[in-house]
C-alpha cells in the first residue's frame, strides 16, 4: 500500500489535464417529475429526477448525485452537465420536497430511486443511449455525501438491485459535531473501519469547517463530522481533494432561484473567488476518479495528485491511498 500526498500546490503544472473542461459529448438535460399516481403506476419514478445525459448513440457508466440537506437536485445543474459531457449518465433524485426527511428516510428514498433505475431510467433515455450499472457511481453532497456512505455501507431498510462501482462523497457532512449526529451513525473513529470493498474518493472544502460570521453559530461542515473524518474512515484504494479557498455550498450553481436557493448562498462560509472554478475543481475530480475507476483510464486521476496546480482552484491537501 503506497500513499501519495501533495499538501501544496506545485508553482507551475507539470501535465495539463482536460478533465476540469466540459468534455466533447452533446448532452441533454430531461426532468421526470413524480405523478400524483406513482405510488399505483411502478413505471413511475419514486422521487422527481433530474437526469443529464450524452445524446450520441453508446453505452455509458451512470452516477447518481444526492442533493444535500434541504437542497434541490437542479442547484448542481452545472456539475452534473459537466460530468455527463465526458461520457456519463448523471442522475439526481429530489429525496424530499421543503419538509426535510429523516436520516434514515432520506437513505430509504435513495434506495428506491436506485432500485428503480434498473428497470426504469432506459425508458427516459435518448434513443440508442444505454445504462451501463456494471459501471455505477454513487455520490452525494453534504448530507446527501453521508446518505451515499450509508446507502454503501448497507443502512437502507429496501435490499438494493444495484451493486456500486465507485462512491463519491463531496464535502460530506454526518451532523452538527461528534455529539450530535445524524441517523443512523455510520462514524466510528476508527482508522479504515468502513466496511466498503469499492473505490472511494472523498472532496472537502477548506472554508466548510469555518463559521460564516460571529453571529452564526454553527459551521456547516464542522470538523469531527466532515470529510476530513469521512477519508480518515475510509479504507485503500481511497483518495481526499481539499479544495481550500472555498466552502460548502460554492459548488452548486450560481444565483439558485427561490427562497431555498437565496438561503443556499448566505448560511455558510463562501469562498471569495468566482464559484465556477470551484464547481470545475469537484466536476474534473469526479470525472478523473470515475475514468479511473470505471473506464480504467488513470492518466487524469495520477496527474491531479502528482501536480495539484493542474486544478482550477487551489487543492491542499490532496492524499492519494492505493490499494
Request: charged residues 20%; hydrophobic residues 40%.
Given at each position: 500500500m503506497a500513499l501519495v500526498e501533495k499538501s501544496e500546490s506545485a508553482a507551475q503544472p507539470l501535465v495539463a489535464t482536460s478533465v476540469f473542461d466540459k468534455g466533447n459529448f452533446p448532452f441533454k438535460c430531461i426532468t421526470e417529475e413524480t405523478p400524483c399516481s406513482s405510488c399505483f403506476d411502478s413505471s413511475a419514478p419514486p422521487k422527481p429526477l433530474l437526469i443529464v445525459t450524452p445524446t450520441v448513440t453508446g453505452t455509458y457508466p451512470v452516477i447518481v448525485l444526492l442533493h444535500g440537506f434541504y437542497l434541490r437536485n437542479y442547484?448542481?445543474?452545472?456539475?452534473?452537465?459537466?460530468?455527463?459531457?465526458h461520457g456519463y449518465i448523471a442522475v439526481a433524485p429530489q429525496l424530499y420536497g421543503y419538509v426535510p426527511s429523516t436520516g434514515p428516510e432520506e437513505i430509504d428514498s435513495g434506495a428506491k430511486v436506485i432500485n428503480w433505475l434498473a428497470k426504469g431510467l432506459q425508458s427516459l433515455l435518448p434513443e440508442n443511449v444505454v445504462p451501463d450499472f456494471t459501471k455505477f457511481a454513487l455520490s452525494g453532497h453534504s448530507r446527501g455525501g453521508k446518505a451515499a456512505f450509508a446507502l454503501a455501507l448497507g443502512h437502507a431498510k429496501t435490499a438494493l438491485s444495484l451493486k456500486f462501482?465507485?462512491?463519491?462523497?463531496?464535502?460530506?457532512?454526518?451532523?452538527?459535531?461528534?455529539?450530535?449526529?445524524?441517523r443512523p451513525h455510520?462514524?466510528?473513529?476508527?482508522?479504515?473501519s468502513f466496511n466498503l470493498s469499492?473505490?472511494?474518493?472523498?472532496?472537502?472544502?477548506?472554508?466548510?469547517?469555518?463559521?460564516k460570521n460571529a453571529c452564526m453559530s454553527q459551521p456547516c461542515a464542522p470538523n469531527g463530522?466532515?470529510?476530513?473524518?469521512?477519508?480518515?474512515?475510509?479504507k485503500p484504494p481511497c483518495a481526499h481533494f481539499v479544495v481550500k479557498d472555498y466552502g460548502h455550498m460554492d459548488m452548486l450553481d450560481d444565483?439558485?432561484?427561490?427562497?431555498?436557493?437565496a438561503l443556499s448562498g448566505c448560511?455558510?462560509?463562501?469562498?471569495?473567488?468566482?464559484?465556477?472554478?470551484?464547481?470545475?475543481?469537484?466536476?474534473?475530480?469526479?470525472?478523473?476518479?470515475?475514468?479511473?475507476y470505471l473506464n480504467g483510464e488513470d492518466e487524469d486521476l495520477v496527474a491531479i495528485v502528482e501536480?495539484?496546480?493542474?486544478s482550477p482552484a487551489k487543492l491542499e491537501p490532496v492524499e492519494f491511498i492505493r490499494a
Open positions: 442547484f448542481y445543474q452545472d456539475i452534473l452537465q459537466h460530468i455527463a459531457s462501482s465507485v462512491l463519491i462523497g463531496i464535502d460530506p457532512v454526518a451532523g452538527a459535531n461528534q455529539h450530535c449526529r445524524t455510520i462514524l466510528t473513529y476508527e482508522p479504515q469499492i473505490p472511494v474518493t472523498v472532496i472537502g472544502t477548506g472554508l466548510g469547517p469555518e463559521k463530522v466532515n470529510h476530513k473524518e469521512f477519508f480518515h474512515e475510509c444565483d439558485p432561484p427561490g427562497l431555498v436557493g448560511m455558510c462560509k463562501n469562498g471569495t473567488g468566482p464559484k465556477e472554478l470551484m464547481r470545475k475543481t469537484v466536476g474534473g475530480i469526479v470525472v478523473a476518479f470515475l475514468k479511473a501536480d495539484p496546480a493542474v
